[in-house]
């Protein structure tokens, strides 16, 4: 009777199993997964996997036969005789010896020629991208085109793309799954990773990860990658070779005719720009609905206060003299303001092309923006930017934010400037 109610719980526990092994594989988007042939290095090891797999199901068919067959075969019986003792046996075992260095030969063959490919040097001509780990976000230096930004990263298709992955801190580990290639960031090395996009592959969007715990906000760690056609690929860099615009140039045809004026000395808060590069970056409307599992999720955290109603009536004139004479110049660098000069914080030149902010954590838009500068610590744990919120407790220092702080109008403007440098 105990022996029958057990084999009714193993049935019904393998039942259960089984059902949910069937449901897990209904689904049909898996926006992380590494299981496509988007590059060449993920067609390489999915290939290899494939491999591997069809050779391990082999193997386990071939020993689970030979096993029920030994059971069955050489059951105890009650008028059974006594098994015949085969240890000793030199030939049965070299027998059972070769099989498995045999096949440990079939599955490493594959796999060191792999890892050869994989890490052969990058070709001569290909796309170089410095990747910069920071406690928590990631830089993008684009060496060939004088080009810097943070958190968004556009490859184009078709092209291999040479990253040099740097940390200026702990280990991180850069990893995009759909594009193939996971490797750490090692303080006082340099690694290398390369990957080529395929031609064949419409504009699209991917996650991208750190894969190294490297902090209380290792998990918001985050950035975004846009594979893209090759000319997309040179409009974005065209506009991004390009310092931040502000103000917006008039154009001719609606400008007002010259006047002759005094001689006016330019400040030394910003120069202005010819707008002769169009803007263009990902679609939006594409991010909305195609690539839906690449938009920011993480809720504003509760206790965060600020008087929304200011951002309609935000003045990007005055946020630039108010950004301009604050402590933001001191982290943030802007091509085009001549005193917002700071390396330590990612690059704002052209903050306003992005669709994120803070390494991926929230969709970039005025309400977020002007959180994210009032209480940076509260909005990312162990975020290294200061709160700026004046009259606010900075949640790292322990310490009231009074010289230097900002009001929600200052704030507001602020943030309009900001949402200016397209």
């Not at 975020?383 to 919120?389: D, I, Q, Y």
């Amino acid at each position: 009777m105990v022996g029958m109610l057990r084999q009714r719980r193993m049935a019904s526990a393998l039942l259960l199993g089984a059902l949910a092994l069937g449901l897990s594989a209904c689904g049909e988007i898996y926006p992380n997964s590494t299981f496509n042939w988007n590059t060449d290095v993920n067609a390489l090891t999915d290939a290899l996997w494939d491999k591997q797999l069809l050779l391990g199901t082999l193997v386990f068919i071939l020993v689970e036969i030979a096993l029920v067959y030994t059971i069955f075969k050489f059951r105890a019986r009650p008028d059974g005789r006594k098994p015949q003792q085969i240890h000793g046996n030199t030939a049965l075992e070299i027998t059972w010896t070769a099989i498995p260095a045999v096949i440990l030969i079939f599955i490493a063959i594959p796999t060191v020629r792999t890892i050869f490919k994989t890490q052969a040097k990058a070709a001569p001509e290909a796309l170089q991208v410095q990747v910069i780990g920071h406690q928590w976000w990631w830089e993008f230096k684009y060496p060939q085109y004088g080009i810097t930004t943070a958190n968004e990263l556009y490859l184009p298709n078709g092209r291999t793309v040479n990253f040099e992955l740097k940390t200026l801190d702990v280990l991180h580990s850069f990893w995009i799954p759909q594009l193939g290639g996971k490797r750490d960031l090692i303080s006082n090395k340099s690694n290398f990773l390369w990957f080529t996009p395929n031609k064949e592959l419409p504009s699209s969007a991917f996650n991208g990860f750190c894969a190294e715990y490297c902090g209380s906000s290792h998990a918001n760690m985050k950035f975004r990658v846009y594979a893209v056609s090759s000319s997309e690929f040179d409009q974005w860099t065209a506009h991004q070779k390009q310092p931040a615009v502000f103000p917006v140039p008039i154009p001719a045809a609606t400008a007002a005719p010259a006047v002759q004026t005094a001689s006016i000395v330019p400040t030394p808060q910003a120069v202005a720009v010819p707008a002769t590069v169009p803007v263009w970056t990902f679609p939006k409307d594409r991010l909305d609905t195609e690539f839906a599992a690449t938009k920011p999720t993480m809720p504003i955290p509760v206790g965060n206060t600020f008087d929304e109603s200011l951002l309609a009536k935000g003045d990007a004139t005055r946020g630039q003299e108010i950004y301009s004479r604050s402590t933001c110049i001191g982290c943030h660098v802007i091509s085009g303001n001549r005193v917002s000069m700071g390396v330590i914080g990612p690059n704002l030149t052209h903050l306003a092309s992005r669709h994120t902010l803070a390494a991926g954590l929230y969709p970039l838009d005025a309400r977020h923006l002007a959180y994210w500068i009032k209480n940076a610590p509260q909005m990312k744990p162990g975020s290294k930017m200061m709160t700026m919120g004046k009259g606010l407790v900075d949640p790292v220092r322990k310490m009231t934010v009074t010289m230097g702080g900002l009001t929600d109008p200052e704030i507001a403007d602020i943030v309009a400037y900001l949402l200016a440098l397209k």
